[in-house]
């Protein structure tokens, strides 16, 4: 230890923590040696010049693994941060331009700043005269357009620039498609949920049009490490055989890992000392110590505050001039701000960047010493990919500060899970039928619809359209086998799909002191998240709503810097309209199908950022709106429970379960709880018994839900273990009450909650019997 003190400069930070026990677990990795293998004779020698111009004289063995397999195949690399997985796609990629001179390649990216980062590393191999790399997206000046058509052999561009502007128009872009050899899908793991599932339906659409050129262009994927990424591979492009690389032949950094808690300030009501505010004093002193640091946050508005909380506390201390070491660096900033920071990041002058997840992916920022993530940011693989940045020089600090929140409090009672734990799997559902339809509407747009397209679309393509057609929006030809063409010729149905929506129906956000579009949200959760007073958060950014108007589907807002935040409170009803699978398990009838939700706004609450407390309460005067899901249910016979759960604390009792349960499943599916909604209710007319319903908070599901049915057991597991082995009284943030709960948390049971839990686990010794439908 002796020697930690002198070459560490954060010993004396792990030293306070443990004495005053906020550090509650640490851990080692690494340092663990490479794998080093020799450039492959095969590769072409331009390519294998400009690595030695380079310096690279020999490749980490999954680069090189990689390079094989993309010759033979569809691949995803799924090795660790910093692990080079760039050179997995793009030495395959150089190496066949290089070979083929008509060849051409696609690259995706989620963000413009990783395109941008990848178009620089791609000139730094100076093969400009074959390889001619160019950004196509939204920023794109339009006169540059039909030239980068014409000459890129390397368009880096994103899937919503796809979807909207290259596949509707592929006649314009002939040449490539023509040509197109492989499709570069990084930080695949990104595309889940919602996102994901509209692109899996670009990925398979870009396939089809590739065909109708007479092109099967090869895909080559990477991602962070995540739980499935053979099933993500196959269910984002539609490909079967996908070859998986995971062995990491890159040095691993010796790395400390802490897990730090801000202490109680109230223990029977469970609360503690701001996170924020934590985290401010830890990377201040880290910053005196010496260290590099990263730190993430999840809000804009977050990282603006502790920005000044660290500056504030540096300003206070022997070295003021170190404050102007510390930046904050978020999305909104203009390409010329944020191009200066990544410099300064790059170049060593800054001493901490605070950030949101805009750096979470893959840009090279340089070497850092320490990351520091400010609560949980909604799955262990993100947490694992954040803590990646830190030990870049061959040693590093991995810091998780908590929050209040149920999830960051589980994490510090059970520590080994948070590092131990297998990561999560990425979710979507390519299939769920609003989504399917309106991709399926916009192929035809693309070309007609015909058998043949069972290879991309998937089998039960013709069903859907034939719901298309009923609905007057695409029209068979009798004439040409029985295709399907849109019905209005002039349509352009990309233009009214957004790859960050399950619903079509949508209200626009409107900022009304500068007129700029925000962004929309679906028509099913317009009423509770842009009704008239809400406080909404938008990149970060805090708006308030001044006029929710119905007629227009609009919502009209204003920045907002005020102290309070706002809850919806809301009634739902849930009916099951189609069962899909039902077992016998744990002594409960769990059942998964199709629902109905209905919901109506009722009022909302205001409430202080600083401590939670009521401000006040206001009434609204909206429709119910209802939209259709998949769900999970279970029944209860409450007169089995009587003896258990007092039949007074029944509701209570099965509310804080509810609670419980969506508070977790984020650690079995790559979900947030806002993607997650669920109802408890003493006696369902459907049912005819105690149920509680969780289902997932988007049009038509996206597998969420399913997930969790088919992980019932575990799922029932960690609830419990959250409730048991909180230490407040009776009910907190950090286990069962809800920031979304449309009840405002009213009535909540915990020793009703845990006492259901143990009488479902208690049977779990029993095996579970599937029953017949």
């Not at 640490?26 to 492959?40: D, F, Q, S």
């Not at 400010?374 to 590093?396: D, E, H, I, K, Y």
């Amino acid at each position: 230890m002796a020697l930690d003190r002198r070459t560490e400069p954060w010993s004396a930070l792990l030293d306070a923590g443990r004495e005053d026990g906020r550090l509650v677990r640490e851990a080692r990795e690494g340092p663990g040696e490479a794998r080093l293998v020799a450039v492959p004779a095969e590769l072409h020698p331009d390519v294998a010049a400009a690595l030695a111009s380079a310096g690279i004289e020999r490749l980490y063995a999954h680069q090189a693994q990689a390079l094989y397999a993309a010759s033979e195949g569809p691949v995803i690399v799924t090795t660790g941060t910093a692990s080079g997985k760039s050179l997995c796609f793009n030495l395959p990629t150089l190496h066949l331009l290089c070979e083929q001179a008509g060849a051409r390649a696609l690259y995706l990216y989620p963000t413009k700043a990783l395109a941008q980062d990848q178009a620089r590393a791609l000139a730094a191999f100076g093969l400009s005269k074959r390889v001619r790399p160019a950004i196509y997206d939204g920023d794109t000046p339009r006169e540059a357009r039909a030239q980068i058509r014409k000459q890129a052999n390397v368009v880096l561009t994103n899937p919503d620039m796809l979807h909207v502007g290259i596949l509707p128009n592929h006649a314009a872009w002939a040449d490539l498609f023509a040509n197109l050899a492989i499709v570069v899908v990084d930080e695949a793991h990104a595309y889940r949920g919602v996102f994901g599932s509209h692109v899996a339906n670009v990925l398979r659409r870009l396939r089809r049009v590739a065909a109708a050129y007479g092109t099967e262009p090869r895909f080559l994927l990477t991602s962070a490490t995540i739980a499935n990424p053979l099933e993500l591979a196959g269910r984002l492009t539609g490909l079967e055989d996908v070859r998986l690389i995971d062995e990491d032949g890159s040095p691993a950094p010796q790395r400390r890992i802490a897990v730090w808690n801000p202490p109680l300030t109230d223990e029977a009501l469970g609360t503690r000392r701001s996170a924020l505010g934590e985290a401010a004093e830890l990377l201040a002193r880290l910053v005196r110590d010496g260290a590099r640091a990263i730190c993430f946050m999840k809000s804009r508005k977050g990282v603006e505050v502790l920005s000044r909380l660290i500056k504030q506390e540096l300003e206070a201390g022997d070295e003021p001039a170190l404050a102007e070491l510390v930046a904050p660096y978020r999305a909104g900033y203009t390409p010329q701000q944020r191009r200066e920071l990544e410099g300064r990041l790059t170049r060593g002058e800054l001493r901490a960047v605070i950030t949101t997840d805009a750096l979470e992916l893959g840009i090279d920022i340089g070497e850092l010493d320490a990351a520091v993530v400010v609560t949980f940011p909604g799955t262990v693989a993100s947490l694992r990919q954040m803590w990646g940045r830190a030990g870049r020089r061959g040693r590093g600090l991995a810091v998780f500060v908590a929050g209040e929140d149920a999830l960051d409090q589980f994490f510090c009672r059970h520590p080994e899970d948070f590092l131990e734990r297998p990561v999560e799997s990425a979710i979507l559902d390519h299939e769920s039928a609003l989504i399917y339809r309106a991709h399926l509407l916009c192929a035809a747009h693309e070309g007609p619809l015909d058998a043949q397209d069972a290879e991309f679309l998937g089998p039960r393509w013709e069903a859907q359209a034939e719901q298309l057609e009923s609905a007057g929006l695409l029209r068979r030809r009798a004439a040409a086998g029985h295709s399907y063409v849109p019905r209005r010729a002039g349509s352009y149905p990309a233009a009214e799909v957004s790859l960050r929506s399950a619903s079509a129906e949508s209200f626009a956000i409107v900022d009304v002191s500068s007129g700029e579009l925000l962004g929309s949200t679906e028509a099913a959760r317009a009423h509770g998240t842009v009704h008239e007073g809400a406080v909404y958060m938008h990149m970060g950014r805090s708006y308030e709503v001044r006029e929710l108007d119905l007629d227009r589907r609009r919502a009209l807002v204003a920045p907002f810097d005020g102290d309070w935040y706002t809850q919806p409170k809301s009634d739902t009803d849930t009916e099951i309209v189609r069962l899909l699978d039902r077992r016998e398990t744990l002594g409960v009838t769990l059942s998964f199908g199709e629902v109905s939700v209905t919901d109506t706004v009722l009022a909302y609450q205001r409430r202080r950022l600083s401590d939670h407390a009521q401000i006040d309460i206001a009434a609204l005067e909206l429709p119910s709106t209802s939209f259709a899901t998949q769900a999970l249910w279970f029944e209860l016979d409450a007169g089995a429970l009587s003896d258990t759960v007092p039949i007074e604390a029944l509701l209570g009792s099965l509310h804080a379960t509810e609670h419980a349960q969506i508070a977790v499943l984020p650690l079995i599916a790559m979900c947030d709880r806002w993607d997650i909604g669920g109802l408890s209710t003493n006696y369902h007319p459907q049912t005819g018994a105690a149920t509680i319903f969780i289902y997932d908070g988007h049009p038509g599901g996206i597998g969420i839900t399913r997930t969790a049915y088919q992980r019932f057991e575990e799922l029932c597991g960690d609830a419990h273990r959250l409730i048991a082995e909180c230490p407040c009284a009776s009910g907190c943030p950090s286990c069962v009450q809800s920031p979304k709960c449309g009840n405002l948390n009213e009535p909540l049971s915990k020793a009703g909650a845990r006492a259901l839990l143990e009488l479902l686990l208690a049977c779990a010794g029993e095996p579970a019997v599937p029953s017949a439908l």
